[in-house]
């Protein structure tokens, strides 16, 4: 499935802003024929294919309630010791 970026993704869109600036519609043939395309649900983007794609582990949905705080205690990043003790 073409996804935006990819070479068939963008003849399409070439084609939909030719055929557009045909129909007189000008310069917002662009965004007019973008917005087709992304209309359609088999040119829209499946999203992020591998781990690395879904970006930095720690800024991930299922990350989102860790602090990434060292809890078993040792050197922090200041060279202090971190017992993991709050008060």
Do not use: F, I
């Not at 399409?12 to 129909?23: F, G, L, P, Q, T």
């Amino acid at each position: 499935m073409p996804e935006p970026g990819s070479k068939k993704y963008d003849v399409r869109r070439a084609h939909e802003r030719k055929e557009a600036e045909r129909s007189g519609a000008g310069k917002h043939a662009a965004e007019e024929a973008a917005e087709k395309l992304q209309a359609d649900p088999h040119w829209r983007s499946g999203g992020p294919r591998t781990e690395r794609g879904r970006g930095p582990k720690g800024e991930r949905p299922e990350h989102a309630g860790r602090t990434g705080r060292n809890v078993r205690g040792g050197k922090g990043s200041d060279g202090t010791e971190d017992t993991g003790n709050t008060g």
